[in-house]
């Protein structure tokens, strides 16, 4: 008699769903610390609501090993339920077949009016919303420490190419290292977006990495952008090579250099160590890249899952596009909210130029898509550019022949 009522009220709650555990797998490549206080808010937030969390990170930026650990999953028939996933990424993914579907979602909550069209453009394939995006990061920017920089009489923040090179000299000349820097492909291809802003400016940088133009991939101007990436390279300590994105970070952190040249998740680390924008370090655009914005986008992929995972699944998706949570995380991960309507009050000086530069070039049409984080061309020709970036980047290639190279690479 006892037993069959414990078993019926076993039975009973299962059912419902209600004590059943819920829980979602999510694959991600937020290793470093700023990044897993961040991922920490989302964690939370779903846990608050009885989802459990099923951690896979997979490390590296730009999310190439990622994505190698995630097509094995898929083969096998077993992806997670959402993955980190950058632009043609998610896109290459859809193509596949193998990705959910949150329109019920989306339009009971209205995704289509608050979310940057420029980000729908990956979020949605053939009409249907198969991602939540969860920020706007930018490349072109440049993180520098107030005391090295003072100590080296750089009194203001250098605004145009020249201007920063005078800047380097002198942190070099005071005894710091110029320039910390990681080297990674992700990374150098991470300045690269930059400096080819900077260079060539909007047009040019659509020219040659969207429209993939044959003249403009074979450009002088490309042959200067490469110039200037051996000029950066010249600030750089000799024991760069497949140094971290972090480790660099906290090279500027704990002052022994000037500046690094990296994306706002650099912000990130900073907060992470307590330093305060303004007081401790600043926060610039590329020398030549104001009023530009090279953007990528985190966004969770939804893939295919079963019936049993399909709530809690949701329930993420949901819990990613609430605006107070957008602001909550967004404010530690160092990047914006990915939507339109979210209030700038809690984020610090970088975030409120961060969200405002970023209102302003999409208005001004002075938004570009990050190559080096997969939101301009597709991962089978970004990789080939990695290649060429990374062996000039090393010396092992001219900028002529780099410039010829990368021409090479779109075919
Ligand atoms: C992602 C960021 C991440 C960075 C370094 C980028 O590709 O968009 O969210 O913090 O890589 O891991």
Redesign the pocket.
């Known amino acids: 008699m006892k037993r069959t009522l414990i078993a019926g009220l076993i039975s009973a709650s299962m059912a419902t769903g209600a004590m059943a555990a819920e829980s979602v797998e999510v694959l991600h ?2 290793t ?1 610390g700023g ?1 897993a206080a961040a991922l920490g808010v989302l964690k939370k937030d779903l846990e608050s609501q009885g989802v459990s969390w099923n951690d896979m990170p997979v490390a ?4 190439e090993a990622a994505m190698t650990a995630l097509r094995a999953r898929v083969t096998s028939s077993n992806p997670p339920s959402a993955v ?1 996933a ?1 632009g043609f990424d998610i896109t290459d993914w859809a193509k596949q077949g193998v990705v959910a579907d949150l329109n019920t979602l989306a339009s009971k909550e209205g995704w289509d009016k608050v979310v940057p069209k420029a980000l729908q453009n990956f979020s949605k394939f053939e009409g249907k919303w198969i991602a939540a995006p969860v ?1 706007v ?1 930018s490349t072109n920017w440049v993180w520098a420490n107030k005391a090295v920089l003072e100590k080296a009489g750089v009194t203001t923040m250098p605004t145009s190419w020249d201007g920063f090179i005078a800047a380097l000299d002198k942190v070099q000349k005071a005894g710091f290292i110029g320039l910390a820097h990681g080297g990674q492909a ?1 990374q150098d291809a991470t300045l690269f977006d930059g400096v080819v802003l900077a260079t060539g400016g909007v047009d040019f940088y659509n020219k040659a990495f969207v429209q993939k133009d044959e003249a403009a991939l074979k450009s002088p101007t490309m042959k200067k952008s490469f110039d200037r990436m051996a000029q950066l390279r010249s600030y750089v300590d000799k024991d760069f090579s497949n140094r971290d ?1 972090n480790l660099a970070s906290a090279m500027v952190i704990e002052g022994k250099a000037g500046f690094q040249i990296m ?1 706002d ?1 650099a912000k ?1 680390e900073f907060l992470n160590a307590k330093k305060v924008p303004g007081k401790d370090f600043m926060c610039f655009r590329v020398p030549g890249t104001q009023g530009m914005v090279s953007f ?1 986008s ?1 966004q969770f992929l939804m893939f295919k899952v079963g019936a049993a995972s399909q709530g809690a699944q949701m329930k993420l998706a949901k819990a990613i596009m609430n605006p107070n949570f957008q602001s909550a995380f967004n404010v530690v ?1 160092g ?1 914006v909210p990915a939507r339109t309507d979210v209030s700038n009050a809690a984020f610090d000086d970088c975030g409120k130029k961060g969200m405002a530069d970023l209102a302003e070039a999409n208005a001004k049409g002075t938004l570009v898509g990050s190559m080096a ?1 997969g939101h301009a061309v597709p991962a089978s020709i970004k990789n080939g550019f990695y290649d060429v970036i990374t062996q000039h980047f090393n010396g092992t290639m001219t900028s002529a022949g780099a410039t010829m190279a990368m021409a090479e690479a779109v075919q």
């Open positions: 490549w937020w470093a990044e590296g930026g730009g999310g980190q950058l920020n990061h992700w994105w994306g998740w990130g990528n985190d991960k990047s984080h």
